[in-house]
């Protein structure tokens, strides 16, 4: 097994942080294992599970998770794959297979998380459980597993935000950077760092924002868990709570994925758009069971 290293560091300047010959993969026998696909596994594996501990934590049967996670996994798989792709249509109409190559990237955690709905949906209606239940009991696990798989976005050199000055800058090598994620922004240029004759540009870390706030967002769950008032209050939470992490670290994001023919960010107008309406929902309900309560105490 070898490691597949880069002459390249990736720096926290504010921080004194320097990290050396950071890769991108791994090589077995000569076939080449990216170190995103890998961090993608671990967050699946984790996510799974902390559903299975929830399920038993609450009282239910957690060899169904264990079922309902083999058929999330290929549904969340593909549907990041095909939001991804159709949002990015340019870049694959003209070589269709392209389409099936996911070991480099070109995964949108947005589609993941419809597909893995739709798993819900579809595992509920077979298995006769309860669709807010199983969200409930799910939702902790696919948030953790969304702030681990970020971290595939810092070895790809991906995903990352506009150019900054401010405390957690980081700095990526000029020619470890696609062409494209440069074009992005022309302060990464204008603000080009020369240091011992590298040129780097220097951006916000966008997945570290989103992993950490992620991952609060999973304590978040755990801790009202004991506290439920309804069914699908967790669910409610995490696609509220997601959706308000997910408007503003878009705002800071270089490479959205946009709607065909405007400047709409798709995953900035999701993310609004479902933190709204999780919230009001969420305010409703909880206005509906606090009332029923009091009807019951007199």
């Not at 596994?41 to 957690?62: E, H």
Request: with cysteine; charged share 15%.
């Amino acid at each position: 097994m070898n490691y597949v290293l880069l002459e390249t560091s990736i720096r926290f300047p504010n921080f004194g942080i320097e990290l050396e010959n950071v890769g991108k993969g791994i090589s077995i026998f000569g076939f080449n294992i990216a170190f995103y696909g890998i961090i993608i596994s671990i967050g699946m594996i984790l996510g799974y599970l902390l559903t299975q501990w929830q399920s038993v934590r609450t009282g239910q049967d957690a060899d169904l998770y264990l079922d309902f996670a083999l058929l999330a996994i290929v549904m969340a798989v593909l549907g990041a794959r095909i939001y991804y792709v159709v949002f990015s249509w340019d870049d694959y109409k003209n070589n269709l297979t392209e389409i099936f190559n996911i070991r480099g990237g070109g995964l949108a955690i947005y589609g993941g998380i419809i597909g893995g709905v739709l798993a819900a949906l579809i595992f509920s209606k077979y298995k006769k459980v309860s669709f807010l239940i199983l969200g409930d009991t799910a939702c902790a696990g696919l948030a953790l597993g969304q702030s681990i798989g970020r971290w595939g976005n810092f070895f790809n050199r991906e995903a990352f935000g506009k150019y900054t000055d401010g405390l957690f800058a980081m700095q990526l090598r000029l020619s470890e950077v696609s062409e494209a994620a440069v074009n992005n922004d022309p302060n990464y240029l204008k603000n080009l760092k020369i240091i011992d004759g590298v040129e780097f540009i220097q951006v916000h870390p966008t997945f570290l924002y989103e992993s950490f706030f992620n991952f609060l967002l999973v304590v978040l769950i755990l801790l009202v868990t004991k506290h439920k008032k309804f069914n699908g209050q967790l669910f409610l939470i995490y696609i509220g709570g997601y959706g308000l992490i997910r408007t503003f670290i878009e705002a800071l994001r270089t490479d959205q994925l946009r709607i065909a023919g405007t400047n709409i960010a798709v995953s900035q107008l999701l993310g609004l758009v479902t933190f709204v309406v999780a919230t009001v929902i969420l305010v409703v309900r909880s206005i509906k069971v606090n009332n029923e309560k009091k009807k019951q105490t007199k």
